[in-house]
């Protein structure tokens, strides 16, 4: 695995950040620009399983949430790499990596800190598509 850090600037409240990450409707819209078609199914809570799935293939990773200060920051830990909508396990690709965001809010900007364990052969695409998942989280945040 290869941990990787990400930020932005978002002039918008850390509330609001928070809610463009994680409501469903936003969430399907940003997230769709690193794995298309992907969502999210759980509820967040800390010591909760959420699942990232994706409505194309089906693939996803089960999660837990480790770690969740609703606003602030909220740690995964990815548990299992799973295929058929969660149903079933698959090759271990994500299992036992982490992903993080943490939100901190000066002056009514917002500054997002993106960390995530991505496998080595997919290093360059998520260099390339994070970003462009930041930036559409910037301008839905900043609506």
């Known amino acids: 695995m290869k941990n990787m850090e990400f930020s ?3 002039h918008a409240s850390k509330d609001k950040v928070w809610a463009t990450l994680w409501d469903d409707a936003t969430f399907r819209d940003w997230a769709s620009l ?3 078609g992907t969502y999210m ?3 967040m809570t800390e010591g909760n399983e959420i699942q990232f799935l994706s409505s194309l293939n089906g693939y996803g990773v089960t999660s837990l949430i480790a770690k969740l200060s609703p606003n602030e920051y909220v740690l995964f830990r990815h548990n299992a790499d799973t295929k058929e909508s969660g149903q079933q396990e698959r090759e271990k690709e994500w299992t036992g990596g982490t992903e993080s965001y943490s939100l901190s809010e000066k002056n009514g900007v917002t500054t997002l800190i993106v960390k995530i364990d991505v496998p080595q052969e997919q290093e360059e695409t998520f260099r390339i598509r994070i970003p462009e998942a930041l930036e559409r989280i910037k301008t839905l ?3």
Do not use: C, H
């Open 141 to 143: 945040a900043e609506k």
């Open 34 to 36: 690193i794995d298309e």
């Open 8 to 10: 932005i600037e978002i």
């Open 41 to 43: 199914k759980g509820i």
